[in-house]
């Protein structure tokens, strides 16, 4: 199972960017899907998650702001992200936890994607 993620760049304060991440690969099902993110000399903190019954948290600092969402039929997970701010500048991880069809469980990162918010 690969993990294909794209969408980052940079943007100025306040302007909008949609994150993807498809899964491709020997996949039964898929359960939940989340993004992170790390800033320099930070530590990787989870932004959003999104269920197989597609129930979403956010962490505090992005609520309002932006959106997960997931695409059963394309094994795909999306972040809109709006209202963006410096504070958002980090290299943004897709996370998806799911089942092989030959049973294996599996949780896996993509390649991170690098967004940059100017003041």
């Known amino acids: 199972v690969q993990l294909q993620a794209s969408g980052g760049g940079l943007v100025q304060a306040g302007g909008s960017l949609r994150l993807s991440c498809a899964a491709s690969?020997?996949?039964?099902?898929?359960?939940?899907m989340a993004w992170h993110r790390q800033a320099p000399g930070k530590q990787r903190d989870m932004v959003a998650i999104?269920?197989?019954?597609?129930?979403?948290n956010y962490a505090d600092s992005v609520k309002g702001r932006f959106t997960i969402s997931r695409d059963y039929a394309k094994n795909t997970v999306y972040l809109q992200m709006n209202a963006m701010e410096p504070e958002d500048t980090a290299v943004y991880y897709c996370?998806?936890?799911?089942?092989?069809?030959?049973?294996?469980?599996?949780?896996?990162w993509g390649q991170g994607t690098q967004v940059t918010v100017s003041s």
């Open positions: 996370n998806i936890e799911g089942r092989t069809t030959l049973g294996t469980v599996f949780a896996i």
């Open positions: 690969g020997s996949i039964l099902s898929l359960n939940s």
């Open positions: 999104i269920t197989s019954g597609s129930i979403t």
